[in-house]
C-alpha cells in the first residue's frame, strides 16, 4: 500500500506519520520537541531521523515495502514559498528564508512538499474529516494564533503568493487592538487563546467578584483561555462575557467568509473548540445576524474531526495535492 | 463570427449589446429606463425588444448571421440562484422569487444564463479589461451600494449558494454603522456613494467652514459623494477628512481580501474611481499597513477599463464560462 509521510511542524514541537495514500489510515505517528533554539538544521536532521524511523516502524506494522513511501509532505508556519519550498519567516522557530523543503529533501532522500500548517489541516479535514466530500470550505485553527485555509472545488486556495487564508488577520475593527502581525483590529487580537486570557484580565480590572481571581494561585498574568472556559462553565459572570464577546468576534470572522466565500462547511479546529457549545452557540447566532441567509443556510458551522493528527494528514495530503496537479 | 448578448440590469436603467465571442468586440451597445414600476414581465418583454434590435443592428454592422447569436447572458443584482435562473430578492426592482432567466429565455427565444451583476463585472475586467490575463482576481464596483466578485484560477467564485463575492457585506467595524442588509459594520455602510455623503453631512453638524455647505444652493440632504470628491479636490478640509476616512475603510476591505484570497489584481470600478488619486493613493497606504507584504507585493490595485461596459461584456463572458463549464 502507498504512503505520503506527513510532517508537522510547529514552534514547539514536531509530529511525523505515515498516511496512506487514501488518506484512511494514519500510522507509527509521533511527536518531538522542536527544539528550535538549536538551529534550524539541527531541526532538520532530527526530523529526517523522525521520518526514517517513521517509515521503519510502518513497514513492520502494515508490510508495506520501502519502495511504498513516494514522498515527505511538511506542513510549516507561513509566510513561505511553496515554489521554491522556502519558508520565508517563522518567529516562533527564529526562521528567515530558510529552505526547509530542499534541507528536508537531501537529508531524507524523499521528495518533498512544503505547504502553510493551517492549510494542511484545513485540507486535511476536508480529505477524511469533518469536511469530507464538500466543494467549499474555510478551515480555522483558534490556539496561539488563528491560522485558516480556503479549498475551493475541493483544490486549496494560495493565491497569487501563498499568503491566501489569513482568516486570523482580517480586520475586524479598523481602530481596533494592536495584532502580532502590525496591524490593528485583526479577529486574532482578538479571538486566539493569549487574545482571550489577555481580555479575561482586563476584565478583572475593575473590582468585580470572579473565580478566575483564584487560578493559579491568583497569579493572573498566568491565566490562560482554558481557564476562561472552565470558569465560563462554572456560570462566572466575567469570564461569560468574555467567552461571549469571543464568540460574537469570531463569528464576525466567519461571517465575513460566508459572504464572501460562500462555504458549505467551516471547519473550527484548535484550542477554542475545548470550549464546545459555550462559544459554538452564540458563535452561530452572530453568523446569523451578518451573514446572507442563503450563505448560512448553506453552510455547516463545525469542529475538526482529526483533533492533533489533521496536520500530518494535511501535510501527506498536501504532498499528494501538488504532486496530482 | 459568434456573438453573445450581454444584459446588464439595474434598477434605473438596462443596457444591451452584442459581444464577440473573444470579447474583443462590443456591437450596438444601448440602454433603456428599467421602469420597474410596470412589473417584472414588463420589464423583461422590453428587454427582450431591444435584445432583438440589438441583433438586428449587429446583423447590419457586422454582416453576422442569425445564427451567430449563441444565447443571452444576464447580470442581475442578487441576491439570486444561478442553476435554476431566479432572482431571490431585488429591492430596487421589487422583485421576488422571479425566474427572470427562463422569461427571457420565453420571449428572445435564445438560451440564457443568469449571474450576478457585480460577478459580471468582475469577469469582464479580467476577460478583456484591466485584470487581462490574471488567475486570481478581486472586483469592486463601489456606487450606490458595494458589490464584488472574486475570480480564482480564471473561473468566479460563486460559492455554495451564489452568494461569494459580496465585499460590500463584511464587517469591518462589530459595532459599526447600521447597514441596509440588517449588519452592523459593514464595508458598503462606510463606503458606498451615500454612506459617503452621510459622513460628509455628519461631518458638517459641526461649526466648520465648508464649501459643502454651499453646494446644491445649502441643501445638505442633496449632497452626493462626487461632491463631497471635487470639493475635497479643492482643498476643503472637511471634504478631505471624508475622502481620507473613505480610503482607510476601502483599505481595510480590500486588505481583508488581499490577507484572504491573495489576489494578483485588484479592479475597483463605480462612481468612487472618480475620486481618483484622492482616494486611491492613502487606500493604497492603508492596505500596505494591514496586508501581508507578499500580499501586497503580488497585488495590483487597478481602475476598470470597461466602464459602463462592464456589465454588458461580463454578462456574455458570463454565459459563455456557464456554457463552456
Redesign the interface.
Known amino acids: 500500500m502507498p504512503f505520503v509521510i506527513g510532517v508537522d511542524l510547529g514552534g514547539t514541537k514536531f509530529a511525523v506519520g505515515a498516511v496512506s495514500t487514501d488518506g484512511e489510515l494514519t500510522v507509527a505517528c509521533r511527536s518531538e520537541p522542536t527544539l528550535a533554539s538549536r538551529g534550524a538544521d539541527d531541526v532538520v536532521a532530527r526530523i529526517a531521523k523522525t521520518v526514517a524511523s517513521v517509515v521503519d516502524q510502518a513497514i513492520a506494522e502494515t508490510g508495506a515495502a520501502r519502495g511504498d513511501f513516494l514522498g515527505v509532505g511538511i506542513g510549516a508556519p507561513g ?1 513561505l ?1 511553496r515554489a521554491s519550498g522556502v519558508v ?1 519567516v517563522a518567529p516562533n522557530l527564529g526562521w528567515h528564508e530558510y529552505p526547509l523543503r530542499d534541507r528536508l529533501h537531501a537529508a531524507t532522500e524523499m521528495d518533498a512538499v512544503l505547504d502553510n500548517d493551517a492549510n494542511c489541516a484545513t485540507l486535511a479535514e476536508w480529505w477524511v474529516g469533518a469536511a469530507k466530500g464538500a ?2 470550505v474555510i478551515g480555522m485553527t483558534i490556539g496561539t494564533g488563528i491560522g ?1 485555509g ?1 479549498i ?2 475541493g ?1 486549496l ?11 486570523g ?6 481602530s481596533g487592538r494592536r495584532c502580532k ?3 490593528y483590529g485583526c479577529l486574532e487580537a482578538y479571538a486566539s487563546g493569549p487574545a482571550i486570557a489577555e481580555r479575561a484580565r482586563e476584565a478583572l480590572d475593575g473590582d468585580g467578584h470572579s473565580l478566575l481571581r483564584m487560578v493559579n494561585g491568583g497569579d493572573i498574568a498566568a491565566l490562560t483561555a482554558e481557564q476562561v472556559y472552565n470558569a465560563a462553565r462554572e456560570g462566572d459572570e466575567i469570564a461569560r462575557e468574555v467567552v461571549r464577546d469571543t464568540a ?2 469570531l463569528g ?1 470572522g466567519v ?10 462547511v467551516v471547519v473550527l479546529a484548535g484550542g477554542v473548540t475545548a470550549a464546545g457549545e459555550l462559544i459554538l452557540a452564540p458563535m452561530r447566532a452572530e453568523i446569523r ?4 441567509r ?2 448560512v ?3 455547516r458551522i463545525v469542529t475538526g474531526e482529526l483533533g492533533n493528527r489533521a496536520g500530518v494528514v494535511g501535510a501527506a495530503a498536501a504532498y499528494l495535492a501538488e504532486r496530482k496537479a
Open positions: 509566510p514559498r520565508v466543494n467549499t485558516g480556503i475551493v472545488d483544490r486556495l494560495h493565491g497569487a503568493s501563498d499568503v491566501a487564508g489569513e482568516i488577520h482580517t480586520t475586524i475593527e479598523t502581525c502590525g496591524n460574537r468576534y464576525t461571517a465575513n467568509m460566508l459572504n464572501t466565500v460562500n462555504p458549505e445576524t451578518r451573514a446572507f442563503p450563505a443556510e448553506a453552510a
